[in-house]
């Protein structure tokens, strides 16, 4: 049922002629068609079950199909906000973003998910430290200077430092987040954490009072492997201005504490004191409070250009009451003062003795819907009817399930007006319970429980543009309604942006998994394996079966810093941990390191008039033909003497080709196969001396 694909609708009368039609390529010997004979009359009536069954296939509810779907380990993948760090610059004073704060970048709305202080931290200096010796990275400040620096030098060591200083840092147990861009010179794979980094690894600290204290840091740059963020939380000890290095200021030292890397890090910016954001546009927002005081403050930047209800819950457990804004005129009723305190705040009073009502001393007893004037045209969605899998379409497509609320009003025996709030996939006794489709702009009611005949009404709404907002980095973003004249930018670009996954992706995904050998048999095998192994570098992998003596062969170059890389030991531990999983039993496997042999080029060439610079391009067509290193050739490939002439042949400085030979330098790993270089299993063939005599083709 998994597999069942719709065969668009046949009927009964086009199956049955199908069927009819494909007797004689199965049986000679059936030559009675007429609808007396009983074999048709079987036909018919297999022709009929299969018309039946399609149709019931087809009417399968979607949470029948998801259960399916899960009973084999595929659930659907959630839709996702994408999420962005911004770093403020150009601040002179603290202030603080209330959240849902938005930023804009062309069509696109970030907000903060809760308030947000800036102010004017920064760092001062950057230092690499060796055995006593510093030298400055300040550069790596400026965003426009793109020069990469090796933080730990040119052969990284433990010990190694990298010192910061910055001219304050927030209170104790604050976090802080950083960005790190690295020159990300090879495709590294992505790290998994039962793998995890075997290469390297640093310890961050903080001067204090008590000198340097370690720090709680979350890196996911894997010790400054690949481009990303690291999240550190300042030590509970204040921290303290350090006077014996270059500089005197507060600092935080990263300690490389082991230095097996494979590609030594290259640094070209770093960007400090970040904050998030995620992609949202928020039109109606219900804000929950505890009433513990006669009063509630509100800060909304929402609030100061939208509509505002505000709902009470006068005894603990019961459902709310709308409160009517006042007017300062004392009367009885359920009424609330409402006075703006700034820009985006509010202050609620609540006042018992001049009113008759107050909301209840209990958690969430108060709750303040805003909206804008678009939701509040279209904010009623329609009534509870009762029957299952009531659909009821929404106004807007692409919705947020965590930011989605709704309400519901409700008329009670006694003529009192009550109103619920209703989160989607809340699962309780008699509660009002749905699911959202966020993507079609739905929500579809499981039980309607008391709620019967209920009025219901947007009480929270965001939309998002899914995998749009996972812009790329180095953008500047406008902050709407900000007058404190900083400038925000986005070092890194947006992560986790998605769209709730269909149910036809998770079937295909599942199909995928099934089609994937999850043990190695092939060549092929072998080298998807090797070269997709969490965490490495890997350029190039071939295997080499040999069957007689059951044993792969694997030649692997890694992606590294050398001239001339070699299979490192690390590597080895890594990749055979990898294989293990998945080699079978009796098979044995060798892991290979590249070696590099030359191929020596002489021959006479007849070039054009007036081609000054036919040397140099006949000799970067040759040497871009033999260098297997940076080509996709790969090892063990025969380098064809025609591909190379032809090559020569068809450029527009040649006249033509007199003579030409290729040769190998040595005939250790590789040998003439006719007129072609045949290299050994593990070998990668490079440029070696190009001897050419040039002649000037006269007409």
């Not at 200096?125 to 090796?150: H, Q, V």
């Not at 006068?314 to 609330?336: A, C, D, L, W």
């Not at 090797?530 to 890694?558: Q, W």
């Not at 040397?615 to 003497?641: A, C, P, V, W």
Request: aromatic share 12%; glycine share 6%.
């Amino acid at each position: 049922m998994l597999e069942y694909h719709s065969p668009e609708g046949k009927t009964f009368i086009q199956r049955y002629g199908e069927a009819l039609t494909q007797i004689p390529l199965y049986s000679r010997e059936w030559t009675n068609f007429n609808p007396s004979d009983p074999a048709v009359t079987i036909l018919e009536t297999l022709c009929g079950y299969e018309t039946i069954q399609q149709e019931t296939i087809e009417a399968i509810p979607f949470e029948v199909k998801q259960n399916l779907m899960k009973m084999v380990g595929f659930e659907i993948r959630k839709g996702r906000t994408a999420r962005l760090l911004l770093s403020a610059e150009n601040v002179t004073h603290p202030y603080t973003l209330p959240a849902n704060h938005k930023f804009q970048i062309g069509n696109l709305i970030f907000e903060t998910n809760k308030a947000v202080t800036i102010d004017d931290y920064h760092i001062t200096g950057i230092y690499g430290e060796k055995n006593g010796e510093f030298n400055e990275f300040e550069f790596l400040l400026d965003r426009e200077t793109k020069i990469p620096a090796e933080i730990f030098g040119l052969r990284p060591e433990a010990g190694n430092s990298l010192y910061f200083f910055l001219n304050k840092l927030p209170e104790p147990e604050k976090e802080m987040i950083f960005y790190f861009t690295l020159k990300e010179r090879f495709n590294r794979n992505p790290f998994t954490e039962h793998m995890g980094n075997s290469f390297a690894s640093i310890r961050f600290e903080c001067y204090t009072q008590r000198g340097f204290v370690r720090m709680n840091v979350r890196d996911n740059t894997n010790a400054f492997l690949t481009s990303g963020e690291i999240r550190m939380r300042l030590p509970s000890s204040p921290a303290a201005v350090y006077t014996d290095g270059p500089e005197e200021g507060y600092c935080i030292r990263v300690v490389l504490t082991q230095a097996d890397y494979d590609i030594r890090p290259k640094v070209t910016a770093i960007d400090a004191f970040l904050f998030e954001v995620w992609q949202k546009d928020t039109l109606a927002e219900c804000h929950n409070f505890h009433n513990r005081v006669a009063e509630v403050e509100l800060d909304s930047e929402l609030a100061e250009e939208a509509y505002l209800d505000v709902f009470c819950k006068e005894e603990k457990g019961e459902s709310y009451h709308r409160y009517e804004f006042s007017g300062g005129t004392p009367r009885q009723g359920r009424f609330v003062e409402l006075s703006k305190e700034g820009f985006g705040k509010f202050k609620l009073l609540f006042d018992r003795e001049k009113y008759g009502y107050a909301p209840a001393k209990t958690k969430n007893s108060v709750k303040v819907v805003a909206y804008t004037e678009d939701v509040m045209r279209q904010y009623q969605l329609g009534r509870v009817l009762g029957y299952d899998n009531q659909e009821i379409k929404l106004p807007y497509l692409h919705l947020i399930n965590e930011s989605f609320c709704i309400m519901a009003r409700r008329i009670l025996d006694n003529g009192d007006e009550v109103y619920d709030f209703v989160r989607p996939d809340k699962y309780e006794e008699e509660a009002l319970t749905y699911h959202l489709l966020e993507n079609d702009g739905k929500i579809v009611i499981e039980d309607a429980g008391d709620f019967i005949g209920a009025e219901l009404y947007l009480a929270g709404v965001a939309v998002t543009k899914g995998p749009e907002g996972n812009i790329r980095g180095g953008n500047e973003l406008v902050s709407i309604h900000d007058d404190s004249g900083a400038v925000y930018y986005n070092p890194g670009a947006g992560t986790g942006g998605a769209f709730r996954e269909k149910i036809e992706s998770v079937r295909q995904r599942f199909v995928v998994d099934m089609e994937m050998p999850y043990t190695a048999v092939t060549e092929q095998d072998y080298e998807r394996v090797v070269k997709y192994t969490p965490g490495l570098c890997i350029h190039k992998a071939r295997a080499f079966m040999d069957e007689g003596r059951n044993l792969v062969r694997i030649s692997i170059k890694p992606g590294t810093d050398e001239d001339y890389p070699r299979l490192l030991d690390s590597y080895r531990t890594i990749i055979r941990r990898q294989l293990e999983m998945r080699r079978l039993l009796t098979t044995r496997v060798e892991l290979v390191s590249p070696v590099y042999s030359q191929v020596d080029v002489a021959g006479t060439i007849y070039v054009k008039m007036h081609y000054e610079d036919s040397r140099s391009m006949i000799e970067q067509t040759i040497r871009q033909h033999i260098d297997y290193l940076n080509s996709e050739k790969n090892f063990g490939e025969l380098l064809k003497f025609d591909e190379v002439f032809h090559a020569i042949e068809l450029l527009d400085c040649v006249e033509y080709i007199y003579e030409l030979s290729l040769r190998p330098k040595t005939a250790a790993h590789a040998k003439m196969q006719d007129a072609d270089i045949l290299p050994a299993e593990n070998c990668l063939l490079i440029p070696g001396q190009v001897n050419l005599e040039l002649i000037t083709f006269e007409k």
